[in-house]
């Protein structure tokens, strides 16, 4: 089964210029990979991943997934699309502050059909014995794999993830690589990581380069790096 992206585009007017954030993209990857998407500030990264997530739409193209056109959906299909089908993970954590760690996670819980134990994802992360903490209360590091549990709890096929370790130091930034390629391997998750990074594209299956809204690169890694062993 495969995530296919055909002819993708989505524009801007910018007073009277038309610029192209996305210029017809397309490329196609199997269920289940780990793709990394480089490429400048500006390039269309953030824009892609979000017509992925079904929180922005393309003005041409398709998005097709196992034989559904997401890319035709309703308002209505695109929301239970995104809640069930969907985990997104930012650079900024977004979690609720009011919530302790475990109220965060469940806030997420609740919404998909698919979701899985919060105890269990909570060890998954290795924050169980912080779970009464509050976000005001946890490192940088915590807080990023609170909001990692925030996604994946809801069991989704898909993770997106934009610029996840940016706010993080080498450390904190290695541990949740990790935490995302044993995700992505042990439920069989997609994952679509967005970075400036271009170390971190040596764990990848699928090195997906944009510039100036245009796929000007798509490697194959035959021979993907641990993620403990991506070095920068
Ligand atoms: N809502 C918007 N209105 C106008 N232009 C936009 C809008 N959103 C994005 N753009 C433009 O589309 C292009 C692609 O933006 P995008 O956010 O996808 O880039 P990016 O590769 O994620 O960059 P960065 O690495 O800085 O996050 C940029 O030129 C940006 O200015
Ligand atoms: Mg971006």
Same mark, same amino acid.
């Given at each position: 089964m495969s995530i296919k992206v055909c002819n993708l585009k989505k524009r801007y007017m910018i007073g009277k210029n038309e610029i192209f954030a996305l210029n017809n993209v397309s490329f196609e990857i199997n269920k289940g990979s780990f793709a990394v998407i480089l490429g400048p500030s500006g390039s269309g990264k953030s824009t892609l991943l979000n017509i992925l997530g079904g929180i922005d739409k393309a003005d041409e193209g398709k998005i097709i997934i196992d034989d559904e056109? +997401?890319?035709?959906?309703?308002d209505e299909k695109l929301t239970e699309y995104r809640r069930n089908y969907v985990g997104f993970i930012f650079?900024?954590?977004?979690?609720?502050?009011?919530?302790n760690v475990y109220e965060n996670v469940c806030s997420t819980a609740v919404? $998909?059909?698919?979701s899985l134990d919060v105890e269990e994802i909570l060890d998954v992360i290795g924050l169980k014995a912080h779970k009464?903490?509050?976000?005001?209360?946890?490192s940088g590091g915590e807080q990023q794999r609170v909001a990692i549990a925030r996604a994946i709890v809801k069991n989704p096929k898909m993770i997106l993830c934009d610029e996840?370790?940016?706010?993080?130091d080498y450390e904190n930034a290695k541990n949740i690589l990790s935490i995302l390629r044993n995700i992505n391997q042990k439920y069989n998750t997609t994952v679509f990581l967005v970075t400036?990074?271009?170390? +971190? $594209?040596?764990?990848?299956d699928v090195i997906i380069r944009l510039r100036s809204g245009e796929i000007i690169d798509y490697i194959l890694n035959e021979a993907p790096l641990k993620a403990e062993e991506v070095e920068w």
């Open positions: 056109e +997401i890319t035709k959906y309703s650079q900024f954590y977004n979690l609720v502050n009011t919530l919404l $998909s059909k698919n009464r903490k509050f976000p005001y209360e946890l996840p370790t940016g706010a993080l400036h990074n271009v170390a +971190i $594209s040596k764990m990848a």
